[in-house]
Each structure stands twice: as C-alpha cells, then as structure tokens.
C-alpha cells in the first residue's frame, strides 16, 4: 500500500502559502521546474530548509549541498524528515549526529561545533522506522517555542493545519470567526479550549496575510 506521506497533497501555491514564501522562492528550494505538487515529507523538509534560512542563515547553496551529501550516505530519500540524523547547524554548515559522531554534511564528514535545532525538531513525531509522521508548524512568526495546538498530518484534514486535539481545519475555524462568531461560541461548538481556537484563528490570519 502506498505511503500517504508520499502523496502529492500540495500544489506549490498552496505549499508556499504554509511555508510563508514565494512559489517562485519554493520551486528553486526544491528545483521544481514543471507542475507538480509536493508531498508531507517535502513540506516538512521546505519548514526545515526555512527555520535553517531564518534561523541560523545558512545559503542555500550550503543545504543543498547538505542534502545531497545526506541522501548519498544515508539512503534516505527525504533526510531533513528522518529521526535519529540529530540535525545541528550553525551560520555556515549543516550537520547531522552519527554513531555518537557529529559529523558535518556539508562538508563531506568532518567534525563540526554543535549548535541544535532541537527546539524545531521537537515539534515532529515520527513512526517507528524514524519517518515523520506529524508535526507542528511554527504559528507564531518561525518561534520554535510556540504552542503545539496546530498540527499538520496527512491524515486529518488532507494534511491542511488543523486544531491537534479535535481534527478540525484552522481555514474553518478562522473562517466562522470572520463571518462574526466569538472564539467562544466556537470552543463550545467544537468541544475545544478556547486557546486552541485562539491560535487556529491566529495562524490561519498569519497564513493569509503572508499569502497577501
């Protein structure tokens, strides 16, 4: 049976909207040259490529060249979305933790300084074999210690974000509170805290202003 992580659920469009940049910035990231869409595990690695870009400025360039290095010696036909690599980075690389080694990635093995996304990595469960299963996008402008009230899963809602604990889509929710309902008419309605319906409604607004 296939894989419903490797299913194309995100046209560029839609992806860049959720990653919070340009199509046009996403299909260089992922060197999409025709139509396509991407699927969870590339929408996870675009969310790791954007907190590496942000967060500690590596080029592009440098985690490419990461990726590649990655995909050669691991297998791994989506890295940045496996566990147990124990991806760190600082301004200049990206590594990963091997055999109780931090080896660098971009420079083909040689030790490295730590420096840990633990804080971002965190935020991703994965099954058994290591392979994300879900995770929880960075709501609050790319802050690693935001709530986990969101979650992306290609099981809930056709991988759309979607209030964790309920399963309901945050475009819903934030839908009803623009056509005029409280948050409190909709923690009752949905049997939910009203602040996860405060951070559906804050992510979705976020979503739309940057798509704006």
């Known amino acids: 049976m296939k894989d419903i992580r490797t299913e194309p659920f995100y046209p560029v469009s839609e992806a860049a909207r959720l990653l919070r940049v340009p199509a046009s910035t996403l299909r260089a990231w992922f060197d999409i040259k025709a139509s396509r869409s991407l699927n969870f595990l590339e929408l996870l690695e675009g969310y790791t490529i954007q907190v590496l870009r942000t967060k500690h400025q590596l080029s592009m360039r ?33 590594y990963f933790t091997r055999l109780g080694k931090l080896v660098s990635a971009s420079e083909q ?35 690693t210690d935001g709530p986990k009230a969101i979650v992306i899963d290609p099981e809930l809602c056709f991988g759309r974000p979607c209030i964790a604990s309920r399963g309901i889509a945050t475009a819903m929710v934030a839908s009803r509170y623009k056509a005029g309902e409280s948050m409190a008419e909709l923690a009752a309605d949905y049997e939910c805290g009203i602040e996860a319906i405060e951070e559906a409604i804050r992510a979705e607004l976020d979503l739309q202003r940057a798509a704006a």
Do not use: C, N, W
């Open 109 to 143: 093995g040689q030790l490295a300084i730590r420096q840990v996304l633990e804080s971002f990595l965190q935020r991703v469960e994965h099954d058994a074999s290591g392979l994300a299963l879900r995770f929880y996008p960075l709501t609050r402008d790319l802050r």
């Open 62 to 94: 440098s985690i490419r060249r990461a990726i590649t290095f990655l995909k050669h010696d691991t297998g791994e036909a989506y890295p940045l979305a496996m566990q147990g690599l124990g991806f760190e980075a600082d301004r200049s690389d990206l």
